[in-house]
T-cell receptor, first 112, second 112 residues
Framework: DAKTTQPTSMDCAEGRAANLPCNHS???????VYWYRQIHSQGPQYIIHGLKNNETNEMASLIITEDRKSSTLILPHATLRDTAVYYC?????????????FGTGTRLKVLA | ETGVTQSPTHLIKTRGQQVTLRCSSQ?????VSWYQQALGQGPQFIFQ???????GRGNFPPRFSGLQFPNYSSELNVNALELDDSALYLCASSWDHAYEQYFGPGTRLTVT
């Protein structure tokens, strides 16, 4: 299973874009990058995922480098409610099991 | 559409006891995964059930066991509770085992 490396914490001003980086240099060709966030020990919330193309949905954009060794989650206009721990996960499959290997994530604090 | 639900919300048990946690998957989802999240850590994969069969297991001892029912709801059973089993237990369901997982709110288990 590929490992991911994220900064421990980041601050972002309310209304500005939050750019959360993730390194996954050992990612394999068929492994997807997933992003989740967790607020106040609630269940993690799915944000977005991608394989090699950039992706955008109503919550965020995901930019994956051409060599797929790193990615960036972009929250275009951060609000106070975006304060959370953000997890970057590389999801592969082991013997047909699709499991998530979580790291310790990035604690994003959005400042008023 | 009802999301993933878990019961109970909180639970206090004594060391050596047994506990059963329950999860109702999101409508139409046939896969349930269970995770353990210790304080300050990312969730750790326990096991996954796909169409009522165990479909992979993480690094947890056999006293952690589970079931998935024909309606795809699931149970996590833990025997001979230890103090280190104190954690937030998360259940996640997905439309199929290769799709993104949606998490429930979790059950907070305290072992004294």
């Amino acid at each position: 299973d590929a490992k991911t490396t994220q900064p421990t914490s980041m601050d972002c001003a309310e209304g500005r874009a939050a750019n959360l980086p993730c390194n996954h240099s050992t990612i394999s060709g068929n492994e997807y990058v997933y992003w989740y966030r967790q607020i106040h020990s609630q269940g993690p919330q799915y944000i977005i995922h991608g394989l090699k193309n950039n992706e955008t949905n109503e919550m965020a954009s995901l930019i994956i480098t051409e060599d797929r060794k790193s990615s960036t989650l972009i929250l275009p206009h951060a609000t106070l409610r975006d304060t959370a721990v953000y997890y970057c996960i590389v999801r592969g499959t082991t013997s047909g099991t699709y499991k998530y290997i979580f790291g310790t994530g990035t604690r994003l604090k959005v400042l008023a | 559409e009802t999301g993933v639900t878990q019961s109970p919300t909180h639970l206090i048990k004594t060391r050596g006891q047994q506990v059963t946690l329950r999860c109702s998957s999101q409508s139409g989802h046939n896969t349930v995964s269970w995770y353990q999240q210790a304080l300050g850590q990312g969730p750790q994969f326990i096991f996954q059930y796909y169409r009522e069969e165990e479909n992979g297991r993480g690094n947890f001892p056999p006293r952690f066991s589970g079931l998935q029912f024909p309606n795809y709801s699931s149970e996590l059973n833990v025997n001979a509770l230890e103090l280190d089993d104190s954690a937030l237990y998360l259940c996640a369901s997905s439309w199929d085992h290769a799709y993104e997982q949606y998490f429930g709110p979790g059950t907070r288990l305290t072992v004294t």
